[in-house]
């Protein structure tokens, strides 16, 4: 049997450019995985079923199990790691995360975290409905997903006030995770 036939491909991820020779039928998954060893982005049931895979593609979600990685060329994919990848400053949306216990295993929260991000970005006031809806393509096998909408709602706070602290104001008061009354609704009852 001869060898797979390679083509050399230039991919932009996280903002950096890599040049990788890759069979045309490898997976997107699979680049980010095995060559490129950004190891966040987990598959789960390689059907796009799942969303564990979930990147960024020039901002928008997509199940990266489903997107060969050479009709990647000339996009930006923006993986979990490009998001947030310093424990001491995460992203808003990982700080919701842990604000509202919004994980448990962690098997399944790249997925979240890449969908809420782009979410947030163009929808900065979500309801809780919104919340719902944009979570509803993840699977999760160990929360409620209660804390997981929480967290939508949560990160877009969070974003908002570094916003503001960006512009040169002050953040908002009254927020402040839990249980500051900002995501779980178990603030204090003065």
């Known amino acids: 049997m001869s060898a797979e036939t390679l083509n050399r491909i230039r991919l932009t991820v996280n903002g950096v450019d890599h040049d990788l020779d890759v069979p045309d039928r490898k997976l997107l998954s699979d680049v980010l995985r095995q060559d490129l060893e950004l190891t966040g982005t987990h ?6 079923v799942c969303g564990a895979c979930t ?5 928008v979600p997509v199940r ?24 001491e400053h995460p992203s808003p949306v990982q700080q919701a ?20 991000d782009a ?10 409905e919104e919340s719902r809806e ?6 999760c096998r160990c929360t409620g997903y209660q804390n997981i909408v929480k967290a939508v709602q949560r ?7 570094d916003k503001a602290l960006a512009a040169g104001s002050s953040a908002p008061s009254g927020s ?10 178990e603030g204090s009852a003065e």
């Open 134 to 139: 944009v979570v509803s393509g993840n699977l």
């Open 55 to 59: 990147v960024q593609f020039d901002g």
């Open 176 to 185: 402040g995770g839990c249980c500051g009354g900002g995501c779980c609704g």
């Open 64 to 87: 990266s199990c489903l997107v060969f990685a050479a009709s990647a060329q000339g996009h930006e994919v923006t993986t979990v790691e490009g998001i947030g990848n310093d424990p």
């Open 119 to 128: 979410f947030i970005k163009d929808n900065p006031h979500p309801t809780e």
């Open 97 to 116: 995360f842990i604000d509202c216990h919004g994980l448990q295993c962690g098997f399944c929260t790249p997925g979240f975290i890449t969908t809420i």
């Open 155 to 161: 990160a877009a706070e969070l974003q908002e006030q």
């Open 43 to 48: 598959v789960g049931c390689e059907h796009g």
